[in-house]
């Protein structure tokens, strides 16, 4: 079953609603779709995530910038009752990325998300969110991003979560960033992911961190536009979260190139700590 939505729900009342249902939640994943058609972007809230995550401003969108348009409605799956796993404290864990090509920023799209593969996991048990963008009825750009909950339990039978993106050997220092406090303020300003863990230490404490974490996506899209042309319009990436980025901290970039495209890793600059790995290619 397909909803359509007339406007993008908002964010901060979806995470607070979210908080107030957590508890009682289990069962499958909802059949449901959300859509939402002709959807365009706003070119200021476009420049505000080009800054934030240092992409240039062209005529196209950054790669990732299309999960800002579907994450609304994502999160307004989760949010609901009928989903199995309590939004508060879920950790995105895995996202690959599979654009047909360039995206013009003046675009209309039709957007549709919905939930999948709902898996074990060592620690808990993950689903993924899919999302689909449309334009001129054809697909131009998808993604599939996992998210992890601590001590949830998948439904009997479910198979094993799949989270381990391969990556070669990626040694070679290519950027140094000092990642400030405020980094997940910031992005979440622009990207409206109001999620507790990346604000403040207080509210990530709340879920078991020591200080607020980084939003994976904006580690991505950070590593992605280090790579701004050199990637090709039509591309896939896949990247694997791996250990929190906790606020403030000092990263480095790795990257290595193979078979037409790269190898990544962000890592923290004292302990070598892993905290993004991905594989990047050309689409055939």
């Known amino acids: 079953m397909v909803t359509v939505l007339d406007a993008a729900p ?6 607070a609603r979210a908080a107030l249902t957590a508890r009682g939640r289990g069962g499958g994943l909802p059949a449901t779709h959300l859509a939402r058609t002709g959807v365009t972007v706003d070119p200021a809230r476009l420049a505000g995530y080009a800054q934030v995550c240092r992409f240039p401003l062209t005529g196209t969108l950054p790669v990732t910038y299309p999960h800002l348009l579907a994450f609304p409605l994502q999160v307004a799956l989760m949010a609901d009752h009928a989903f199995p796993l309590a939004l508060p404290g879920l950790v995105h864990v895995r996202n690959v990325i599979v654009a047909e090509r360039a995206l013009g920023a003046g675009e209309r799209f039709d957007l549709e998300v919905w939930a999948d593969r709902f898996a074990a996991h060592r620690s808990g048990a993950t689903v993924d969110l899919v999302a689909s963008v ?10 599939r991003s996992t998210y992890l909950a601590r001590g949830a339990r ?55 961190f020591k200080r607020a974490i980084a939003h994976g996506m904006w580690v ?21 979260f791996r250990k929190p980025l906790l606020l403030p901290g000092t990263v480095t970039l790795s990257t290595a190139a193979r078979d037409g495209g790269w190898d990544l890793a962000v890592r923290s600059a004292p302990s070598g700590t892993e905290h993004l790995l991905g594989v990047v290619w050309p689409q055939p």
């Open 10 to 15: 908002s964010l901060p009342r979806l995470f």
């Open 134 to 143: 449309r334009s001129g009825g054809d697909e131009v750009w998808r993604s």
């Open 154 to 208: 998948a439904p009997e039978g479910a198979p094993d979560a799949d989270v381990d993106v391969p990556v070669g050997d990626v040694d070679g220092v290519a950027a140094r960033w000092r990642i400030p406090d405020d980094a997940g303020r910031r992005y979440a300003k622009v990207s409206g992911d109001v999620n507790p863990i990346h604000l403040s230490a207080l509210s990530a404490k709340a879920f078991g």
């Open 220 to 240: 991505q899209a950070r590593a992605l536009a280090a790579l701004q042309g050199r990637l090709p319009d039509a591309v896939s990436v896949d990247v694997g």
